[in-house]
T-cell receptor, first 115, second 115 residues
Framework: DADVTQTPRNRITKTGKRIMLECSQTKGHDRMYWYRQDPGLGLRLIYYSFDVKDINKGEISDGYSVSRQAQAKFSLSLESAIPNQTALYFC??????????????FGPGTRLTVT | AQSVTQLDSQVPVFEEAPVELRCNYSSSVSVYLFWYVQYPNQGLQLLLKYLSGSTLVKGINGFEAEFNKSQTSFHLRKPSVHISDTAEYFCAVRASGGATNKLIFGTGTLLAVQP
C-alpha cells in the first residue's frame, strides 16, 4: 500500500462549490504539506503543518484552508472554488529521519477541475 | 530566500544519447539541492539529493548530478537515456538551516526521449 494517499484522485466541480481534498499517511511523519502544480509554474506551497496544532500558510494560501485532524491526516479545502484553482494538487510528508534533513515524500496527486 | 531556475522547459533527445538537464539556484545561505522526477500521471519521486560532501551525487535509474557552488548550479546528467526516462524533472532547493524545511521548486523540464 502507498505510504501517502490522496482522495479523490480526480474531481470535477463547479464554480462556487465547496470541495475538500484529503491526504493520509502511514509513514508516521510529523510534517505535512499541500502543493499545487500548474503547467510551466512547477509546484507551489499552499499550506504546511509541523504537527496537529501547528499550521502555517505557504506562498499561495488565499482561497484555501486546511485542517490537520490527526498526525496522519491533512485536508485541504476550497471554500468557494473558482476556475483558476484548476490544477494538480499534491500532498507531501516529512520527518527528520536519520539524516535530520526532513526529506519530503509525495502522494500521487489529485487532479481538480473547476468549471 | 531561495529560488530555482530551470531554463529548459522541454528537452528532446534520442534513445541511448546522453542528456543534461540544467538547474541554477540562488540563495544567500547554504542549501540542500534535490532532483525529483514525475512520470506521467504519477506523483513526484526523489531522484537524488545533495546535502554536503562530494559534489558528484548519484541517484536512481543511472542519473547523477554535480553541485557547483561557484556557478550555483546542480545539473542533472545521464550518459544514455531510455524511452522509460520520459518524464518531467524538477529541481528543488531549500535552506540547510532554519526552523522550516520549505522546498522551492523550479518550473520543471520535460525530458522527451524519442526512439
Amino acid at each position: 500500500d502507498a505510504d501517502v494517499t490522496q482522495t479523490p484522485r480526480n474531481r470535477i466541480t463547479k464554480t462556487g462549490k465547496r470541495i475538500m481534498l484529503e491526504c493520509s499517511q502511514t509513514k508516521g511523519h510529523d510534517r505535512m504539506y499541500w502543493y499545487r502544480q500548474d503547467p510551466g509554474l512547477g509546484l507551489r506551497l499552499i499550506y504546511y503543518s509541523f504537527d496537529v496544532k501547528d499550521i502555517n500558510k505557504g506562498e499561495i494560501s488565499d482561497g484555501y484552508s486546511v485542517s490537520r485532524q490527526a498526525q496522519a491526516k491533512f485536508s485541504l479545502s476550497l471554500e468557494s472554488a473558482i476556475p483558476n484553482q484548476t490544477a494538480l494538487y499534491f500532498c507531501a510528508t516529512s520527518d527528520a529521519g536519520t539524516s535530520g534533513i526532513y526529506e519530503q515524500y509525495f502522494g500521487p496527486g489529485t487532479r481538480l477541475t473547476v468549471t | 530566500a531561495q529560488s530555482v531556475t530551470q531554463l529548459d522547459s522541454q528537452v528532446p533527445v534520442f534513445e541511448e544519447a546522453p542528456v543534461e538537464l540544467r538547474c541554477n539556484y540562488s540563495s544567500s545561505v547554504s542549501v540542500y539541492l534535490f532532483w525529483y522526477v514525475q512520470y506521467p500521471n504519477q506523483g513526484l519521486q526523489l531522484l537524488l539529493k545533495y546535502l554536503s560532501g562530494s559534489t558528484l551525487v548519484k541517484g536512481i535509474n543511472g542519473f547523477e548530478a554535480e553541485f557547483n557552488k561557484s556557478q550555483t548550479s546542480f545539473h542533472l546528467r545521464k550518459p544514455s537515456v531510455h524511452i522509460s526516462d520520459t518524464a518531467e524533472y524538477f529541481c528543488a532547493v531549500r535552506a540547510s538551516g532554519g526552523a522550516t524545511n520549505k522546498l522551492i521548486f523550479g518550473t520543471g523540464t520535460l525530458l522527451a526521449v524519442q526512439p
